[in-house]
Every structure is written in structure tokens, then in C-alpha cells.
């Protein structure tokens, strides 16, 4: 099956949808970073968006966090049109956001670091419910923190991520995107990001994986998005597709070394060379 006929159109439908994308453009100068993208989302649904450097991928991801504005397009979310002009306004509206970097504060332990702007006073910080509140958290994600005093330098890769995710629960948000979640992790660290992520898809949320690991994408999506060059190239559903496929949608092309080396690996009996020739 070739990635044209695995491929299927966005849905036109938008009644299930959390957030819809239509027509999304933005362009810096004479460069088109997205050109008429569009996205859908549901509850309870994890999407995944892949594509090759400079696809379009973090500006999508700017653009539905308020970072930049789209020029072009309509952003739909829970039945209505809206605007995003700022971070704050995709917060308030339950849109959040955890980049690569994680934005943490190493020095500060996890309480800190998931209250840090937003902390719970009174005439005073109150430090009992903040502590309460960030175990609720944890507890909701299955979490594996030895303590919420400890400072995030003493925490493990997967375990900063926990807390990350965790302080983009603080505001309720219907739609959570995580940028590269899996980056640089190693294998057991992979294993409890790729738990959370279930955790959030048990707990209704719409969640938008921004990922290069085809083998994380195929663990815990639903959808594949790919984008290339700025522009749809394919939605996949994953049970439906297989990663030559996905990889294929990603370089345009479905003749490669990926695609060769699955059919030698499917066809022993007609081997063929790089160059897609029988021996």
C-alpha cells in the first residue's frame, strides 16, 4: 500500500473535535512555514505530528500556543472560532504547552517548580495545599517522585518531564502538546513518558506529540499527522499504517533505503539492491 492510497483526508467534521486547524498559514518574509495546514483533535485522542526538520512541525506549535500568529486560517476549539494571540490567551482558553526544554528551574524542588507564577497565597504562600495539590497531580499521572521537596537537579530525565506535564495540568487545559517528549531519554525514561502520556489519554485530554521516534509514534498515537514542507502530507490512522509508510509520507517519496530494506525483510526471496533492482 503506498502512502497516497494510506493517506486519508483531515476530517471535515469538526462536532468530536476539541480543536480544529483549517487553512492555517504563516510565513516569515518570502518563507512558508505552513501553508493552509489543517488539524484535528479529539478528546481522548493522542496526535501525532512528524515531519522532517523544518516541516513546519514547531511553528504549528507556536502558533496554537499563542507564541506566533497565524496569517491565514480558522482555529476552532470546542465548537468555537477563536483567536490566540498571546501565551497567556491559549492557557486561559486550555490550550498547554510543554516544550523540549522543560522550563525548569533545577534549583527549585517540584513544588516550586510546578506553583512557580501561580502559587496558591492568601495574606501568605500556603505551602500545605500547594504540597497537596502537586501529590494529587502526580498521583493522577502514576508518577515516580520519591518526594515533591526534592530538587529537580536530583530528578531523573523521565521524572522532569513528570513534573513538567504535571504543572500543564494545573489550569485544567482541554489540549496538552508536548514537544519532543521522548528527546534524549533513555529506554527506561522513554517507558514512563510513554505511561504518562496513556495516563492523559485515560483522563480525556487531547494530546498533540510533536516526535521524530516513529517507534514512540506507533506505540501510543491514534493519528498521524505528517507534515512536510510546511503543508499536510498524509493522516494515518496508526493501526492502519505501517512506518515505511509514515517515513515515506515524511520524505515525499516512496522508493528509499527504508522502504527497500522492509521489502527485502517481507520478500527474502527476491532480494533487490539500493537502487530498487533484482539481483
Not at 506535564?165 to 482541554?174: D, H, M, T, V
Not at 522513554?190 to 487531547?206: C, D, P, Q, S
Not at 516512496?254 to 530498487?276: F, I, K, L, M, Y
Amino acid at each position: 500500500m503506498s502512502p497516497a492510497t494510506a493517506a486519508r483526508p483531515p476530517a471535515t467534521r469538526t462536532e468530536t473535535s476539541i480543536l480544529s486547524l483549517r487553512g492555517i498559514t504563516k510565513t516569515f518574509g518570502a518563507v512558508a512555514a505552513l501553508t493552509d495546514v489543517d488539524l484535528d483533535v479529539a478528546a481522548g485522542q493522542v496526535v501525532a505530528v512528524v515531519g522532517d526538520n523544518g516541516a513546519g512541525k514547531s511553528t504549528l506549535v507556536k502558533v496554537l500556543s499563542g507564541v506566533h500568529a497565524a496569517d491565514a486560517g480558522t482555529i476552532t476549539f470546542q465548537g468555537q472560532q477563536v483567536h490566540i494571540p498571546t501565551p497567556a490567551a491559549a492557557q486561559r482558553l486550555g490550550i498547554a504547552t510543554v516544550y523540549q526544554d522543560l522550563a525548569l528551574c533545577e534549583n527549585l524542588n517540584v513544588v516550586e517548580n510546578l506553583f512557580l507564577g501561580q502559587e496558591l497565597r492568601a495574606s501568605r504562600l500556603d505551602e500545605v495545599a500547594m504540597e497537596v495539590r502537586s501529590w494529587e497531580l502526580l498521583r493522577e499521572l502514576s508518577a515516580k517522585v520519591p518526594t515533591v521537596r526534592i530538587p529537580v537537579a536530583s530528578l531523573s530525565g523521565g521524572q522532569r518531564q513528570t513534573v513538567a506535564i504535571a504543572r500543564s495540568l494545573l489550569g485544567e487545559p482541554k489540549i496538552i502538546i508536548l514537544d519532543e517528549p521522548t528527546a534524549a531519554l533513555g529506554v527506561a525514561q522513554t517507558a514512563e513518558v510513554l505511561n504518562l502520556l496513556e495516563r492523559l489519554r485515560e483522563r480525556g485530554h487531547g494530546v498533540i506529540m510533536v516526535s521524530h521516534n516513529m517507534a514512540d509514534v506507533k506505540a501510543v498515537a491514534d493519528t498521524v499527522v505528517v507534515l512536510r514542507l510546511g503543508r499536510n502530507n498524509g493522516v494515518f490512522d496508526v493501526g492502519a499504517v505501517s512506518q515505511e509508510e509514515i517515513v515515506a509520507a515524511i520524505t515525499g517519496a516512496s522508493d528509499n533505503v527504508v522502504t527497500q530494506r522492509a521489502a527485502r525483510r517481507d520478500n527474502p526471496a527476491n532480494p533487490t539492491t539500493d537502487e530498487g533492482q533484482s539481483l
